[in-house]
């Protein structure tokens, strides 16, 4: 990896940089992006990276993708925005239908990111109760959860880093234990028991994100206590929130990872990957009968007046759908299927043994394991980074989980690559 100096100094003098430690780049040059093509990133002196992290989870099928690329294109010449109060367009609606067929849900609420879009399903689930006559202030979310980081979001999560200095600001909440293993699930749904038996009557909804918690070090939990826990909350008139920010549009296996829970949810929050990585977009779905409780006159006062002024955007709405096409036009998850279990042997084969390697585990298109007992002179996941980054490899861990989560189009060559750097990366730490 080259230093380009230049770019480096001008990106620290105004940028201030999401989560990270700023005052890392001292000695650790950020990585300045020139151009981007399928699975690679290029900085300005021609060197590539292969984004193993799908940029922050949202890049599908890979960068600068001309399909979705020219969909873009011919809607840059139509119309760029326009607001959807009061106005439509056709993308919005075209995505809208498809939404609700492929996820069996009936209507949409737009926003732009996925943090607001747990803060519109949460005021959404709260309203509905309230037009009931109920007053249900309390938010029941997992331990180990991560929902975003507006304040509403942040509040339901259960991630120290991320919220320790804002606790006087948050909404009122609850977390009952997310199992630790399967063994773990009679635990687990006992404590959920004893919360409903205290504080049902005041819970509006029970917020996850099925099947893995991502923020939270890429923790698997098991479609059978989630489907218990739903059941659950559901005979206490609770909500179903679905965060599935992260883990929809294929990456657990499923188009949702809810399809594989036995579950339905009253709402559904989707984003990060349903651009396909090109622009900022966000949607809750929901059912006609949250959507009628709020359908009345204006004098009733029965509205749900929450907006974004990039909501449902023309171009962010086009890549959407062209993101869609690509998933019919080569039968994705099927696709997918094959390739996930390639990846795994080949960590498997190259990983498993390795001293210091723990729980590598995989499901769907998304991989992990932790590095335990490393004690360097950096913290793990800087060491990762750094090393990652001189061998061409894009990795951002999250403290000792290394995970591996790359866009769908990946080949075996680059496969293979990936991992045998993995094992370079532990290696060349572990010995050191």
């Not at 780049?25 to 020139?34: G, K, N, R, S, V």
């Not at 498809?98 to 709260?126: H, P, Q, T, W």
Request: proline letters at 4%; aromatic letters at 10%.
């Amino acid at each position: 990896m080259q230093k380009n100096t230049a770019w480096h100094a001008r990106s620290l003098r105004h940028i201030w940089h999401p989560c990270s430690q700023m005052h890392d780049y001292q000695e650790l040059p950020l990585l300045p992006i020139a151009r981007a093509d399928g699975i690679y990133l290029y900085d300005f002196e021609g060197h590539a990276y292969l984004d193993a992290i799908s940029s922050w989870w949202v890049n599908l099928f890979g960068h600068n993708h001309p399909y979705i690329n020219q969909k873009l294109k011919d809607q840059i010449d139509a119309l760029e925005h326009v607001l959807l109060a009061g106005c439509t367009h056709p993308q919005v609606v075209r995505l809208s239908e498809r939404l609700c067929a492929l996820s069996g849900f009936e209507k949409c609420f737009y926003a732009d990111n996925g943090s607001s879009c747990i803060e519109v399903a949460m005021k959404m689930s709260y309203h509905a109760h309230l037009i009931q006559g109920q007053h249900r202030p309390k938010i029941l979310s997992l331990t180990n959860a991560y929902h975003g980081e507006t304040l509403g979001a942040l509040s339901i999560s259960d991630l120290g880093l991320y919220k320790e200095t804002y606790q006087a600001l948050f909404l009122e909440h609850l977390h009952t234990p997310v199992p630790k293993d399967n063994s773990d699930i009679p635990n687990a749904i006992a404590k959920l028991k004893a919360i409903l038996k205290q504080h049902a009557p005041k819970i509006s909804a029970f917020v996850l994100e099925p099947l893995i918690q991502c923020a939270g070090g890429m923790h698997f939990y098991s479609p059978e206590y989630i489907k218990q826990a739903v059941h659950l909350c559901q005979e206490h008139g609770i909500h179903i929130i679905l965060d599935e920010i992260a883990v929809g549009f294929g990456r657990t296996g499923s188009m949702f990872a809810f399809e594989q829970c036995g579950i339905r949810g009253d709402f559904l929050c989707l984003s990060k990957g349903i651009s396909g990585g090109y622009l900022p977009l966000a949607v809750v779905l929901t059912n006609n009968a949250i959507y009628d409780q709020f359908y009345a006159p204006y004098d009733q006062n029965k509205n749900f007046l929450h907006s974004h002024s990039y909501t449902g955007n023309a171009l962010a709405c086009a890549c959407a759908n062209a993101t869609l096409d690509l998933f019919e036009q080569e039968d994705t998850i099927k696709r997918n299927h094959a390739l996930s279990l390639k990846i795994y042997q080949a960590l498997q084969d190259n990983l498993e043994d390795l001293p210091y390697i723990i729980n590598l585990r995989a499901r769907g298109m998304i991989f992990a394991f932790e590095l335990n007992g490393y004690s360097g002179n950096k913290r793990v996941s800087l060491a990762i980074f750094e090393k990652a980054l001189q061998k061409g490899l894009l990795l951002r861990p999250l403290n000792n989980t290394i995970y591996f989560m790359p866009a769908y189009i990946i080949n075996d060559s680059q496969i293979t690559y990936s991992v045998r750097m993995l094992k370079e990366i532990i290696l060349e730490l572990t010995q050191t």
